[in-house]
Structure formats: C-alpha cells, structure tokens
C-alpha cells in the first residue's frame, strides 16, 4: 500500500515537472531553467527506483546524472562565451 502511493506521488511529481518543461517558453539563461526541471524528474525516478527494489540501478543513477547536468551546464556557458567573443 505504501509503495502504491509512493510511486502515485513520484508520478505526478514526473507528469507536473514534464508539463512544465514542455510550456516553458525559451528566453535567456534557459538550460539552467530546464536542467532545475529534469532535476526534478531525475529525483522522482530515482524514488520510484528504491520503491521498486532497484538500489544498485538507483545509486548509478544518483551518481551519473549531476555529472551529465554539470556537462550540459558547462558546455552552454562556455558557448556563451564564445559567441560574446570573450
């Protein structure tokens, strides 16, 4: 019962966060904006991870996925600096 409505609560968080990135309209500094919403999702998947007894899976992707965000962050604002000319 406990799992049900953990996983109940995970998905909604999954659905609510999707929407948003989906109406978030483009404007300055928006990879940062994006990257806080799958940040979001990122959590409720691995809640739903644990839920479901998946504690190696879960922990790997505790581990990979702030490098992968941090990448994605770095590359955007060392683009930045390129087209500024800096």
């Known amino acids: 019962m406990l799992e049900d409505i953990v996983l ?5 968080g999954i659905i609510f966060a999707s929407f948003r990135l989906w109406v978030e309209k483009d404007r300055k500094r928006m990879v940062y904006a994006r990257l806080h919403i799958v940040g979001v999702i990122d959590i409720a998947c691995i809640v739903i991870m644990l839920v479901f007894k998946q ?28 087209t500024k000319g800096v």
């Open 55 to 82: 504690y190696l899976l879960a922990l790997t992707y505790f581990i990979l996925v702030p490098f992968a965000a941090h990448a994605i962050a770095n590359a955007d604002y060392h683009d930045e600096l390129k």
């Open 8 to 12: 109940i609560i995970a998905s909604l």
